[in-house]
């Protein structure tokens, strides 16, 4: 199946630094979505980018689908973007759903 | 009130119960789907179902079952559970009429076995 990997594992900065973080896939995808786990376990959307870029307030993300890959983009940081960031994608092959990375650890400190 | 509903959120069991996690959803989509997150992993998908009718095997679904009872509502059994399910559950839906796959999550429920 499609294998899907997120760098940096971990990232520590401090509030109002700006981070990146990276998607790469290993096949091409009909569905990529980028979605933030806040220190409550819950799951919040916040792409769905199979190609292209996006915006959405302080947060930005593109998908260059021909090199296989996505970044995530957040400007300003504040401690509330702190928690989980994960990639998840979908091929069109095998079972039905999302693939997802292990995810970028963010801790933004204040 | 959220479109996907889990309940319970939270469930502590003993080894060898039956468990069920329940999922109802207002979201009006048709594909409904069970996922598993262990600590420090990304979510691996259990269960999937297409409508009322089809359900389909995932990448773990060994140890579980689950039941479409109806377009809105898909729960997942565990029915003798063991201590490595111990982890967070998560339903998820999406709407095949858009053609774009886009999931939609719940809240989570957080299952210890022990």
């Known amino acids: 199946g499609i294998q899907v990997e997120q760098s940096p594992p971990d990232l520590i900065l401090q509030e109002g630094a700006n981070s990146t973080l990276r998607c790469n896939f290993s096949?091409?995808?009909?569905?990529l979505q980028w979605f933030h786990q806040n220190p409550w376990g819950q799951l919040i959307n916040l792409f769905y980018?199979?190609?292209g870029t996006k915006q959405n307030g302080r947060l930005s993300a593109t998908t260059v689908a021909t090199e296989r890959y996505s970044l995530l983009y957040i400007s300003s940081s504040q401690t509330t973007d702190s928690g989980v960031y994960f990639c998840?994608?979908?091929?069109?092959?095998?079972?039905?759903?999302?693939?997802f990375g292990k995810g970028t650890h963010l801790i933004i400190q204040p | 009130d959220a479109d996907v509903t889990q309940t319970p959120r939270n469930r502590i069991t003993k080894t060898g119960k039956r468990i069920m996690l329940e999922c109802s959803q207002t979201?009006?989509?048709?594909?409904m789907y069970w996922y598993r997150q262990d600590p420090g992993l990304g979510l691996r998908l259990i269960y999937y179902s297409f409508d009322v009718k089809d359900i389909n095997k995932g990448e773990i679904s060994d140890g579980y079952s689950v039941s479409r009872q109806a377009q809105a509502k898909f729960s997942l059994s565990l029915e003798s559970a063991i201590p490595n399910q111990t982890a967070l559950y998560f339903c998820a839906t999406s709407d095949s009429k858009t053609g774009i796959r886009e999931l939609f999550f719940g809240e989570g429920s957080r299952l210890t076995v022990l």
């Open positions: 096949d091409s995808v009909n569905n």
């Open positions: 980018i199979p190609s």
């Open positions: 979201k009006g989509h048709d594909r």
């Open positions: 998840a994608v979908y091929s069109g092959g095998g079972a039905d759903g999302l693939t």
